[in-house]
């Protein structure tokens, strides 16, 4: 079984940085694609970056040119690294992962727990 441990998570202020981690653990997985995704309270969940295999990526409209996700693939993991940030990107972060194990043969959607981003003055 895989799992995800997410890190990073807190207050900022606005116009300020943080840098989420993502890291996944199990027995004899293969990562696909990573991701990232955030809910605040009473909205629904969207999507706030992906990283590809081979290291394509995309982002919501609403973070280009101030989030940046990048993975370590020797390490199975996954960062959001967040700059100039806004009240509005206060949210749960979800972290997402796509994988492959041998005991299921066949891939498959594993979540984080969520850490909490708040960006208040």
């Known amino acids: 079984q895989v799992q995800l441990v997410e890190s990073g998570g807190g207050l900022a202020q606005p116009g300020g940085s943080l840098r989420l981690s993502c890291a996944a653990s199990?027995?004899?997985?293969?990562?696909?694609?990573m991701g990232w995704y955030r809910q605040a309270p009473g909205e629904q969940r969207e999507l706030v970056a992906t990283?590809?295999?081979?290291?394509?990526?995309t982002y919501a409209d609403s973070v280009k040119g101030r989030f940046t996700i990048s993975r370590d693939n020797a390490k199975n993991r996954v960062y959001l690294q967040m700059n100039s940030l806004k009240p509005e990107d206060t949210a749960v972060y979800f972290c997402n992962v796509r994988v492959f194990t041998s005991d299921r043969a066949a891939y498959y959607t594993v979540w984080g727990q969520g850490t909490q981003v708040t960006v208040s003055s």
């Open positions: 199990g027995t004899t997985f293969t990562v696909s694609a």
């Open positions: 990283i590809t295999s081979d290291s394509s990526t």
